[in-house]
């Protein structure tokens, strides 16, 4: 579910069942042509897609964060994961097709998914069944 299809009335009612904050994070740099811009955009969308309609009842898909040059990642997506977790989300997960991503580990996001495209769609199967498990894994070491 994207955070514009969520009223205002009804936040209050669905916030202990939508837990869970989906922050795309497409990995721009800035040199990329319009092509390469809307390859990565269309790429991150349809990763995005892996984990929005499957778990549709529980994720939140906060708008995305595109560029990532001159910034202190980490520390910038602690920041934003404290937020996020303050505004009432029990759950934050980064979703990049940006790799490598391991460098954008912080203390506040509580799951970094990193999916390579270029496995997009041979893989896909694996590639959902990895997003599962690792979903799964966070929302039971919670409960």
């Known amino acids: 579910m994207k955070f514009s299809e969520i009223e205002q009335d009804q936040w209050s009612d669905l916030k202990p069942y939508l837990d869970t904050c989906l922050l795309p994070l497409t990995g721009l740099k800035g040199f990329e042509d319009p092509m390469q811009t809307t390859q990565a955009l269309e790429q991150l969308r349809d990763a995005l897609d892996l984990i929005e ?3 549709k009842g529980r994720v939140v898909t906060y708008p995305a964060l595109h ?3 001159g910034a202190d990642m980490p520390a910038q997506l602690d ?3 404290l937020h996020l977790k303050r505004s009432g989300f029990r759950y934050v997960i980064v979703l990049t097709i940006h790799t490598p991503a391991e460098q954008w580990q912080a203390d506040q996001i509580d799951l970094l998914i990193t999916v390579d495209m270029s496995e997009w769609p041979e893989r896909a199967n694996d590639i959902k069944s990895r997003i599962s498990q690792q979903i799964q894994q966070l929302w039971q070491q919670g409960d």
């Open 53 to 55: 309609i499957p778990y």
């Open 67 to 69: 560029y990532v040059t």
């Open 79 to 81: 920041t934003i994961g």
